[in-house]
């Protein structure tokens, strides 16, 4: 993993992040998105599919997934053992999210793992020891 960092718990979406988006259909893989999320499971970190998708369309997704060499931590959920009480929100509990949709559009496969693995947030490595109260004050 380069640095010595965290395993991430990492949420993906699936059309347009996975697959170019044809939904309800499933698009063609988008060029490293396979080989990138096999990379990152070898390094340790947990995949968690967070997609719009349910019911038959979800487990076709999953399917082509694991058909391509990769499985999920969880599937719209923070963990796998999770069930939904719709008296709780839905977000789910993730260190990064990986969306066609984020906010200056999709950075590509190769992009995202290059920033996964260079620029992790200090918050996510393993803890150092802090000078002081904010890392700069001296007790």
């Known amino acids: 993993m380069g640095k010595q960092q965290k395993s991430l718990l990492i949420a993906v979406d699936f059309d347009g ?18 080989d990138t999320l096999k990379k990152l499971n070898e390094e340790g970190h947990r995949l968690i599919l967070w997609t719009y998708r349910y019911g038959k369309e979800l487990e076709e997704a999953v399917e082509f997934c694991k058909k391509h060499g990769v499985e999920f931590y969880a599937i719209n959920n923070s963990f796998p053992e999770e ?57």
């Open 17 to 34: 992040t996975i697959v170019h988006n044809k939904y309800p259909k499933i698009g063609e893989p988008i060029m490293f998105a396979f």
């Open 83 to 139: 069930s939904f009480n719709p008296k709780y929100s839905r977000k789910i509990d993730a260190d990064v999210f990986i969306d066609d949709r984020n906010v200056g559009g999709f950075l590509g496969w190769g992009e995202i793992y290059q920033e996964l693995i260079n620029n992790t947030p200090e918050h996510l490595q393993p803890s150092k020891k802090k000078k002081g109260m904010f890392g700069f004050l001296k007790k």
